[in-house]
């Protein structure tokens, strides 16, 4: 386990599947979002420019999303129970992927914003 996997520990005990990347969307971390570079590139300039986001909808794994918001350094995406919000800190995008059988958006939302606050404090 890598010394981010560790640190990703702290959402995934939440119950959902989480990873983290740099801005240029090379992989730091994690597992179960989603292994497409390309879409990962796509969802992380969404942050950017989420109109593009809001008339595509960026696909994780082999879900594709409508996006619920994007404001600033977050981003919220639903289809059906399943849901993600990916955070946007300085130098890493956070993805986290739920499931309302586990949590709510609201509580995969302040769980993934609370860690994203970590890595701020933490200089990331």
Known sequence: MSGWDAHLQKLTAYGVA???HGLDGTKWAGAGVS?????IKYLIGGF??????RAKGPT???TKYMITRAEGDFIIGKKG????VAVKSKQAVTIAVFNEDKMTPNQAN???QAFKDYLIGLGF
């Open 18 to 20: 989480a990873q983290m």
């Open 35 to 39: 292994d497409d570079a390309a879409q």
């Open 48 to 53: 950017g420019n989420p109109g593009s986001l």
């Open 60 to 62: 994780l794994g082999n």
């Open 81 to 84: 129970a399943a849901g993600f």
């Open 110 to 112: 302040v769980a993934t």
